[in-house]
């Protein structure tokens, strides 16, 4: 199955889906690596180095949230992707995206939904002072962080934690549970039902 990675950030879970796709039991092949972000990105070089073809489709000059997704679809297209995974894609896609894309869409959030949601959600986790957080792998919906749930894993909030050592330690988990989760949808052993 052909894999589309979304990113904008560091890489992270991009380089734990590029390694778990290389395993011979892997029934997702990452066929493409976009970013949004311009200039720089040292995790598109790796991508390439790893022999996958990249793409940065930069959000700044597109006039509209449509018109961005619509150069995505197409580069999606383009590759005959079948699957898509957002690993730290910083960017809402459109309602028109997301339908197209139904159930094809997998997107990693850094805690347990759905008690917390949010760009911020270590320090919601902190303030809050739960003692378990983690991290979900959902199929993306047209409404944020409501997709049904695929895989998570917990992690243990310690006293002395601060958002940096909760972030690095949701992290860890997040790069195994991604892997795990995509070869689930991608081998066809969960997919998207009707609700
Ligand atoms: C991850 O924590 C992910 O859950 C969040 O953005 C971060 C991306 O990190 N949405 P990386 O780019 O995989 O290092």
Redesign the pocket.
């Known amino acids: 199955v052909k894999v589309a990675v979304l ?8 380089a734990a889906l590029i390694a778990y796709a290389k395993e011979p039991a892997s029934c997702a092949q990452i066929a493409l690596v976009i970013s949004n972000k311009s200039g720089d990105v040292e ?1 598109l070089r790796n991508a390439a180095r790893a022999g996958i073809p990249t793409r940065v489709v930069d959000h700044k000059l597109y006039g509209s949230r449509s018109e961005f997704d619509c150069t995505i679809d197409r580069v999606l297209e383009e590759f005959s992707v079948e699957l898509i995974c957002l ?2 894609f ?1 960017r809402i896609l459109s309602s028109a995206f997301i339908r197209k894309w139904n159930g094809k869409i997998l ?4 805690s347990l939904l759905p008690s917390v949601k949010g760009g911020n959600a270590h320090k919601q986790v902190l303030q809050a002072g739960v003692k378990v957080t983690g ?1 979900t792998v959902h199929f993306v919906l047209e409404e944020a962080n409501t997709g049904a749930i695929i895989l998570q894993e917990p992690v243990s909030v310690n006293t002395d934690d601060t958002e940096e050592t909760l ?1 690095e330690r ?2 860890e988990a ?1 790069c195994r549970v991604f892997p795990i989760a995509l070869q689930l949808v991608a081998s066809g052993v969960v997919r998207l039902g009707e609700i």
């Open positions: 990113i904008s950030g560091t890489g992270t879970n991009l995790e690993a730290g910083m997107n990693i959030c850094p991290c972030l949701v992290k997040e």
